[in-house]
């Protein structure tokens, strides 16, 4: 059998097994998105990591970089598989893969990353960096006091919720019930007029879940309960994030050991990993996934 008749048969064996698999899952519901790779080595790392069986599907090509990706959508989700795929080393359209697990990647592996942002250093001398005569510094002035008015409106949210994650990681209940409550508290006294257009928003949207899982773990009885609570609150605290102004880099994590494998995440002030969920269990057990500077 000749080479090219040989690629044809096992590009007809992969979509046959892809077709194979997504028939196995209920609920069907089917994305194609870009994750970045080289080789077939690749294609074995992202499909294992995306793969959960009849639940979640992932079919990558090498020559577009494309992945067609198949999931229950009553049991997961497109940025669930995409989180995975993160972890395993490959960056994707919504979420970049940790440092550290890239450069862990065999070199034939490490492509190009197109996603990540090339740092600049703050010493190169750009016409744009000196001159001064083209900033408007009244609305530079107003910019930062508006950026500053945000950041106080919302500080207290954000503060007791990372009280709350640090006593979770403590696996200290009592402090969690305190610091739940005072969260619930600072997010009922937030002033909606002093937010921007994109805060007010997602405000609207997760105010009421963010109370009411706020003052669930503020009642419940056992830390195992807090930390589950604790997942939903950060579901919505990391929208929240993601348009608020921040007065320093907000480090978004994920665990993938959590209920039972299913994973959960959360937020952080600190890049090094303190995980609420198993607190000194499994101090150090998940990464960051994401960075968020506004």
């Not at 793969?51 to 599907?57: D, F, R, S, T």
């Not at 830390?223 to 993601?242: C, D, H, P, V, W």
Request: hydrophobic letters at 40%; glycine letters at 4%; a positive charge.
């Amino acid at each position: 059998m000749s080479n090219p008749v040989l690629k044809i048969w096992m590009i007809v064996c992969v979509l046959l097994l892809s077709v194979s698999s997504f028939a196995q899952i209920s609920n069907l519901q089917t994305e194609t998105v870009k994750i970045y790779g080289n080789c077939d080595m690749c294609k074995s790392t992202i499909e294992k990591a995306g793969n959960i069986k009849k639940v979640a599907a992932v079919a990558w090509t090498e020559n577009t970089k494309m992945a067609e990706i198949a999931y229950d959508s009553k049991k997961t989700n497109p940025d669930e598989i995409l989180k995975r795929i993160a972890l395993a080393g490959y960056d994707n359209e919504k979420f970049l893969a940790p440092d550290d697990v890239y450069a862990k990647l065999p070199e034939c592996c490490r492509y190009k990353r197109a996603l990540k942002p090339v740092v600049k250093s703050h010493g190169s001398n750009t016409p744009a960096q000196n001159d001064h005569s083209a900033h408007n510094h009244a609305e530079m002035g107003r910019t930062k006091e508006m950026a500053k008015q945000n950041v106080t409106e919302l500080k207290a949210v954000f503060d007791n919720y990372f009280l709350l994650k640090d006593a979770l990681v403590k696996t200290d209940a009592g402090a969690a019930s305190s610091n739940a409550a005072q969260l619930a508290k600072a997010i009922k006294a937030v002033e909606m007029t002093k937010l921007s257009t994109g805060e007010h928003t997602v405000w609207m949207s997760v105010m009421k879940d963010l109370i009411s899982n706020a003052e669930k773990v503020a009642t419940a009885k056992g830390i195992s309960t807090q930390r589950g609570l604790f997942a939903l609150l950060s579901k919505n605290m990391y929208e929240l994030a993601r348009v608020s102004k921040q007065d320093a880099s907000v480090y978004y994590q994920y665990c993938p050991m959590y209920n039972n494998g299913k994973g959960a995440n959360w937020l952080s002030k600190e890049n090094a990993v303190k995980n609420p969920y198993y607190g000194a269990q499994m101090m150090t057990c998940g990464s960051t996934v994401e960075t968020i500077s506004n």
